[in-house]
């Protein structure tokens, strides 16, 4: 191993160790640039971070042990889950990635013969060899290894006072009908009665896209664009649904920021983009209150609209919504 | 035994044999013409009364009322219990058990079956692989035989708990289903039957590739055949339980019983089993050899169970490639009977137990794939690959992060705040249907790909366009997995029920990579110049493991899926028509499920673990004749007992 | 020996494995969020074969009232009034205040008051009453509104047939003034805004019938006695499906005036210049705000009511804001304390304006435009009073005896009907 080597490893050792914080400070929202630049900040970092692990173990010949690159690799995917990808997740989920990877990097270890005899060599002469160095490792694991236990043990004995851990099954399954000013509704069934094409007939689904992006607010528009005016005039105006779910519709309107959970994001795809329009209709009508029993703990602001908006305005106010972000109800035809 | 001479004597005994089998086989249809003669006789008698169906709601809307209706069960009288024991867990473990080994019984005629063939096919060219495989499917069924009479037993446990514990739901159901009941009943006996003659004929009957030889895997047709049929007959109750057909809606029966088997989830139900047991017939024969992989003392018995554990478990994959669409088929079809009990199971009450079949899945992807580089083990020359097995685990692991990430989370309020939704604007892609396409489809891309490398593993390509197949192996398995990203990207952009469509392509990307990738490969494998022979036995200890792990994953997403299955229903009995009246009526939360699962799963390998041991034991220190006439005594004297 | 050993060993070790692997997955399942699925609780079937006489009974109770203690409601100086609307006009307690209807009073719950009749006997007599025949000839072609026929044979009967035509027959002094008694000021009960199905006419009906006395339940026979159909097997054919959609009883901005006062019923009791279902009102004044208003708050009972700390309007729209929000603020001269307290929970900001932007719109030209005129009982006196004089003054004499008349006739059925008990102040 020639100095230059050694001084090269340790040179992108210590990048990789100044890296992470960079990252965390970036990730943290801090600092004077904007979010596009923090983005190729971090996929900067990335790259250069694999780039150098390449160099010291490939091209310079520096292959770190298994048994080192286990626990670094660990490291570098707990900074990558917890620090570079933000908004910070949950621990719910960081748990999970983490186990997959926890799994998966001892499969990397044990992937071929070669690289497990690797991995499990210096465990094997730790735990066998009977000289100085295996005896002072040996004892100092069987010491860190009940000390970690008993730590965690302590840990998770040690009272706390964080909120509780709160599930929201966010799209429980709606009833099988409701009853909507004294009209039943079944929402397996029900269409929107606004979905009207040019021809004045039902319009499928997917094929309001080519209203997309026109603007209906101009005067002589079609059918399906007058309705979206009116759905609009519901959502700005009569219902003033933009206060909560906002002016985009991404749910960051002005009062949202009072609300726990916060309101639903409509520009996210994971909202109305999943639903049927007849499941958005049953949630815009009945609102949080008549939120079924596996919706514990029933946490929604939402008021039952039924009580401030026609039928009509329900509708309309939907069909504003798809057309506004650009997503297509669920279908199941 | 017999002791026929003669070509001409043979094939008259062959057809003669048949032609009484297939007789058999028309045995239990003489009591349901009897019952439909009576029941036209009734239906002559008095005034029939008419109602509408439940489901078949265009044809024949309206049916003759022929049973009394579902009514409303009573509690404590209508139920039977252990004190507070939940009565229901009772009836899941010895269901669940019946299960294990009736599929288990099923599955593995079917590769007794092909391997069967192979051998026969085999002979002509090689003697010796013939006999291999014919000897592989010989022990396989030696298995399956003690599990036979273990299901009997466990299937007559279940029938008294029913009668013990759910008496009124039982006389509701057995009311609708009793011609079949009987049927199902008669088709046992003659299961019974062609599998003794099957098994114990095997040795006498087996004449290489004559005539005796082909009328023997006649016989195991015939025995598949019965056991689906079996197997469809209990799936229609099942099924029946959860979308009921042909009844009206007070639960009577409207006197057609093929409207009440042909209920709508009946298909795709049937046809998710039959490959879900087929897998699963793979994992726990691979486990069989395995174990005695891992007990082995010779090189060549090592190199034996080796080998066999490889077959099992790549007859038992081939079975889970198509299990994801079949399972996507019948979700599917669970959403257009009802959308609410779609919405439970996907997104509702028991979104969470997907979240735990997902880690199965993965789980079985990732062992798959694992146990193939472990395999690559006892291939020379597999070296030159090392380097790629990285890169597949890599994108084996994104492509499990993405097929895991729920689309609900679990969250403190401070973690919902600081996330700025309930959605991640990054992970939050990956909850849903697009995400999980693409990560399914690429996970088992890159398990074809594992194969395909392990298939080339100890060759050295010799054909002259070697370099341009391995260029257009590269194409398609690129393409088809940028085809496969594409759409999923795409998917984000269209409406649900476009991108439904969208995973016709993906599929199609997956199995062309499947099908047109591995023919090429065997192609350019032709006449390839071996670097050395594969060396059976020299498998690492965790390619065994591994397959152990396979086995237990297949076990638990069977107990998984059918705790989903069955708690769909919620409070119902029979969806919407009879309800649970018990206190056991509620859905148990996931971890419970989980416990009483892996106890199930615990107790099933117990008894196989069982089983194998005892057949290590007689394999020890006996010829091995002797123990196989030993262990075949055994079991010929407990079957009879526990049929009935 | 050894080799025994061996698969034991083997046996153990794979059994270990397995029991990780089982208790990772366990652990797994546990450390997922745990919903437990209660099953519901059993569903109220709404079958009227299944519903008991006392289940129909409390269901017509809370139709009334909207709670099952009307008179702990009434305690607290709110009123009890359910989907029915009922106690807006009729009077089933005495701590009540609604005159406008035939009191529906129990013995049982007043003992005091040692009430005569109970409604469900005097249900009976309705019928045979020489007037229902009467009736029965005038609407021989069907009520106009409804389009029954009056055909009740039974005090049950009687009771389900006022519900779907109140105007098949009207308790006499209880008829919307002017029209001798033959249309009644109450609305058709299976229609908008109302809108009860047949069941909840039925279980109001039983509410009636079992009050007394629960012997007396009939209301299911009646019914279908009455329709000549079953009950159960009909469902909603008449009701919900020629509605329009009638949007939830709340006035909102997107509505016309129109709308709002046929949700708010306000045309009930009010004649209104501009709204064609306001014609015939005759409880409350005629409202010509943009008249009327301006005076009111310079009256002298006004300012009264201002030092009282009752009313505190300045302007003419504050004042129809404080009328409707809080009726009893200030009572026009000549009227009682009658109007319904509830609106401030039925007005949206926007619907209330447009209500009031109309209302202040009316005056005295615009009521005379409608061919409307003040009642009898305003101060103001009527308007079309000059020019009555000018043209047929023989004829406005005849009309304002009448007027008086009818009065008079009124209050004396009314004290009848007060007087059924003794002990009223």
């Known amino acids: 191993m020639s100095k230059f080597k050694i001084k090269a490893f340790f040179a992108q050792l210590l990048a990789l160790i100044l890296a992470a914080p960079m990252i965390a400070w970036a990730g943290g929202g801090g600092g004077p640039f904007d979010a596009g630049t923090f983005s190729a900040i971090k996929v900067g970092l990335v790259v250069f971070a694999i780039f150098s692990a390449w160099l010291i173990k490939d091209k310079m010949g520096l292959p770190l042990p298994k048994l080192i690159q286990a626990p670094l690799l660990w490291i570098i995917c707990y900074i990558g889950f917890r620090v570079i990808l933000q908004p910070p997740i949950p621990f719910s989920l960081l748990a999970m990635y983490m186990g997959v990877c926890t799994v998966c990097i001892f499969l990397y270890c044990s992937l071929t013969r070669p690289s497990w005899e690797e991995f499990s060599h210096p465990i094997a002469v730790m735990l066998r060899e009977d000289h100085a160095t295996a005896k002072m490792s040996r004892y100092a694991t069987f010491l860190i290894i009940p000390g970690l236990i008993a730590a965690q043990t302590y840990n998770q004995m040690l009272p706390k006072f964080g909120e509780p851990i709160e599930l929201r099954t966010v799209h429980p399954a709606p009833p099988a009908s409701i009853n909507v000013h004294k009209k039943l509704v079944t929402l397996q069934t029900a269409e929107n009665p606004f979905r009207i094409g040019d021809d004045g007939n039902y319009l499928k689904v997917g094929d309001e896209q080519k209203y997309f992006g026109g603007n209906a607010w101009t005067g002589d528009v079609p059918k399906f664009l007058q309705e979206v005016q009116q759905g609009g005039v519901v959502f700005f105006g009569t219902a003033g649904c933009f206060f909560c779910h906002g002016d985009n519709l991404d749910g960051k309107g002005p009062f949202s920021f009072a609300f726990n959970p916060i309101p639903a994001n409509f520009a996210d795809p994971g909202t109305i983009s999943q639903l049927q329009e007849t499941f958005v209709f049953w949630r815009v009508a009945k609102g949080g209150p008549d939120l079924s029993r596996e919706a514990f703990p029933w946490a929604s602001a939402m008021p039952p609209w039924e009580k401030h908006l026609t039928t009509n305005e329900i509708w309309k106010v939907i069909i504003f919504e798809y057309w506004h972000t650009g997503f297509f109800p669920r279908t199941w035809g | ?644 | 020996m050894a080799k025994k050993k061996g698969s034991g060993v083997i046996v153990v070790k794979v059994a270990l494995w397995y029991i990780t692997i089982l208790s990772i997955f366990a652990a797994y399942t546990n450390w997922l969020p745990q919903i437990r699925g209660d099953a519901p609780e059993a569903a109220e079937a709404i079958d009227v074969s299944a519903i008991t006489p006392e289940g129909l009974q409390e269901m017509g109770g809370m139709i009334i009232f909207g709670t099952d203690d009307p008179l702990g409601t009434l305690a607290r100086g709110e009123g009890p009034i359910g989907k029915g609307q009922c106690p807006l006009c009729h009077r089933f307690f005495m701590e009540q205040k609604a005159d406008r209807c035939p009191n529906l009073i129990a013995l049982k719950t007043e003992p005091q008051l040692l009430l005569q009749v109970s409604e469900e006997e005097r249900s009976h007599e309705r019928v045979k009453e020489p007037r229902y025949e009467e009736f029965k000839k005038l609407h021989a072609d069907g009520e106009k509104n409804s389009g029954h026929v009056p055909h009740a044979e039974t005090g049950g009967q009687y009771l389900i047939e006022s519900e779907y035509c109140p105007n098949c027959f009207v308790v006499e002094g209880f008829g919307l003034k002017g029209t001798n008694d033959t249309e009644s000021p109450m609305p058709i009960i299976n229609k908008p805004p109302i809108l009860l199905v047949d069941t909840e006419i039925v279980a109001v009906v039983s509410f009636l019938q079992m009050r007394d006395d629960p012997t007396k339940w009939t209301a299911k026979d009646d019914w279908e006695a009455y329709f000549g159909k079953d009950l159960a097997s009909e469902g909603g054919d008449e009701a919900p499906a020629e509605v329009k959609p009638a949007g939830p009883p709340v006035a909102l901005g997107s509505e016309t005036p129109e709308e709002i006062v046929t949700k708010m019923t306000c045309y009930a009791c009010h004649k209104i210049p501009g709204i064609s279902v306001a014609k015939t009102g005759a409880i409350g004044p005629l409202l010509i705000e943009g008249t009327n208003a301006p005076n009111r708050i310079k009256s002298p009972e006004y300012k009264a009511a201002m030092k009282a700390g009752t009313a505190h309007a300045t302007t003419a729209r504050e004042y129809i804001i404080e009328s409707i929000m809080d009726p009893g603020a200030f009572i026009v001269p000549g009227f009682a304390d009658d109007m319904m307290k509830d609106f401030k929970h039925k007005f949206t900001v926007s619907g209330l304006d447009v209500l009031v932007d109309h209302l202040i719109a009316q005056d005295e030209a615009a009521a005379l435009a409608d061919g409307l005129d003040r009642l009898a009982n305003e101060k103001e006196g009527p308007i079309k009073k000059p020019e009555a004089k000018v043209e047929t003054g023989e004829a406005f004499a005849k009309n304002q005896s009448k007027t008086n008349e009818m009065t008079i006739q009124v209050s004396n059925k009314k004290l009848i009907e007060n007087s059924t008990f003794i002990g009223l102040n």
């Open chain 2, 1 to 644: 035994m017999l002791n026929l001479s003669g070509e001409k004597k043979k094939k008259v005994g062959a057809w003669l044999l048949l032609s009484m089998i297939g007789m058999l086989v028309l045995l239990p249809f003489a009591p349901a013409v009897v019952m439909a003669a009576e029941e036209a006789a009734v239906e002559e008698a008095k005034e029939p009364e008419k109602a509408k169906d439940v489901f078949y709601k265009e044809e024949g809307e309206f049916g003759i009322v022929s049973g009394p209706p579902a009514g409303e069960l009573v509690y404590p009288d209508d139920y039977g219990s252990y004190g507070d024991f939940q009565s229901r867990t009772i009836i899941w473990i010895s269901n669940q058990q019946h299960l294990y080994f009736g599929s288990f019984v099923l599955a593995v005629p079917m590769f007794v079956w092909v391997m069967e063939l192979i051998g026969i096919l085999q002979y002509e060219k090689n003697p010796k692989v013939g006999k291999k495989f014919d000897d592989l499917a010989h022990e396989m069924m030696k298995i399956s035989l003690t599990a036979y009479s273990v299901t009997a037993i466990l299937g007559g446990i279940l029938i008294f708990s029913f009668l013990a514990l759910y008496p009124g739901f039982f006389r509701y159901l057995s009311g609708i289903f009793k011609p079949v009941m009987h049927i199902y009943a008669l088709l046992f006996i003659l299961e019974s039957g062609v599998l003794y003659v099957y098994y114990y004929g095997w040795d006498s009957m087996n004449d290489g590739n004559g005539d005796w030889k082909w009328s023997h895997l006649s016989l195991g047709t015939i025995l598949n055949a019965v056991g689906i049929v079996l197997m469809v007959m209990a799936n229609t109750w099942v099924s029946f339980m959860m979308s009921p057909a042909g009844v009206d809606a007070e639960g009577r029966f409207l006197g057609d019983i093929w409207k009440v088997m042909h209920n709508p989830l009946m298909v795709p139900v049937v046809v998710h089993r039959i490959l879900g047991n087929a897998a699963f017939g793979g994992g726990v024969v691979a486990a069989y050899a395995s174990f005695k992989f891992l007990s082995a003392k010779t090189l060549e018995e090592k190199a034996h169970y080796d080998w066999m554990s490889y077959i099992a478990m790549f007859m038992g994959i081939l079975a889970l490639i198509p299990l994801p669409f079949a399972g996507y088929w019948l979700m599917r079809e669970i959403y257009a009977y009802r959308q609410q009990m779609g919405i439970t199971l996907m997104g509702g009450l028991l979104a969470w137990v997907f979240i735990m079949q997902a880690t199965m899945i993965a789980t079985l992807f990732i062992t798959v794939n694992y146990y193939l580089f472990q395999a690559m083990g006892r291939m020379p020359g597999s070296e030159r690959y090392y380097k790629y097995f990285k890169v597949l685990l890599a994108i084996l692991v994104v492509a499990t992060i993405a097929w895991l990430t729920p689309h609900t989370l679990v969250m403190t309020p401070a973690e919902l705040k600081a996330m700025g939704g309930a959605q991640h604007p990054v992970v939050g892609n990956y909850g849903v249907m697009s995400a999980k396409n693409t990560a399914i489809n690429t996970m088992i891309t890159t398990t074809v790909v594992s194969f395909i490398i392990y298939q080339r593993s100890n060759f050295k390509l010799t054909v002259p366009w070697a370099w341009k197949g391995n260029i257009f192996l590269a194409m398609l398995i690129l393409g088809a997995e940028v085809n496969i990203l594409f759409l999923g990207v795409y998917g984000y952009f269209i409406p649900a029920n476009v991108r439904i469509g969208l995973s016709v392509p993906q599929v199609a990307s997956t199995l062309s990579v499947l099908f047109i990738g591995v023919a090429v490969n065997t192609k350019m494998l032709k006449g390839a110049e071996s670097i050395g022979e594969i060396r059976w036995g020299k498998m690492s200890v965790r390619g065994a493991y591994a397959l152990f792990m396979l086995a237990v994953a297949f076990t638990w997403t069977m107990a998984v899926m059918g705790y989903l299955r069955s708690s769909v229903r919620l409070h119902w009995h029979v969806n919407e028509i009879l309800r649970d009246n018990s206190p056991w009526a509620f859905t148990n939360p996931l971890g419970y499920a989980g416990n009483i699962n892996s106890l199930n799963v615990l107790l099933f390998w117990t008894m196989l673990l069982f089983v194998f041991w005892l057949s290590a034991l007689a394999g020890a220190g006996k010829k091995k004749v002797e123990a196989e006439e030993a262990a075949a005594a055994a079991v010929g004297k407990a079957v009879p007992a526990g049929s009935h």
